[in-house]
């Protein structure tokens, strides 16, 4: 009987031990669409409410309150904004206009966009959202353009990745 406790407690507290590191994974997800109803160029950031959170209080205020407060809200999709960028086939930044944010859940969105290119053959991306903060933060970016959809994933030391639409 005593071993059959000792059993338990033990995965019981493995089960703990899992659950507290499983929202400790580090990642966003932002999507991309080249959206020909709207005429937009879409962009559509989802960033965990808890990394958010602490993210805001390290880099704003070490009181702020996420969920409750716009403020909070506002401060983070600045400072999401302001790390996130897109390139032509120049070299030259796109201008994004911010649009809004929203909570969903477990999720902070975060939206931006800015009017189709006319012609645009390849698209340069820079996302270092919450990569200062956590060395191991990954962000993957989904392209959707005519259909078709490019992935790039930033992690590590990677500062910029881009896609070729003419291949």
Avoid: C
Wanted: charged share 25%; net charge negative.
């Amino acid at each position: 009987m005593r071993r059959s406790l000792t059993l338990l407690t033990l995965m019981l507290l493995m089960t703990g031990s899992t659950s507290a590191f499983a929202h400790q994974k580090k990642e966003a997800i932002t999507e991309i669409l080249f959206n020909t109803r709207s005429g937009n160029l879409e962009v559509m950031h989802r960033y965990l409410m808890h990394d958010a959170e602490h993210a805001v209080r390290v880099l704003v205020d070490p009181d702020a309150d996420i969920i409750a407060s716009e403020e909070a809200r506002q401060a983070f999709a600045q400072y999401a904004t302001e790390r996130f960028a897109l390139l032509g086939d120049d070299g030259d930044t796109l201008k994004l206009q911010f649009v809004g944010q929203e909570v969903d859940g477990v999720f902070l969105w975060v939206y931006q966009e800015m009017p189709l290119p006319t012609e645009l053959h390849t698209l340069g991306v820079i996302d270092n959202v919450l990569r200062e903060l956590w060395p191991e933060q990954n962000n993957l970016v989904n392209i959707e353009r005519d259909g078709n959809i490019q992935s790039l994933n930033f992690n590590g030391n990677t500062e910029w990745l881009s896609v070729n639409f003419d291949d």
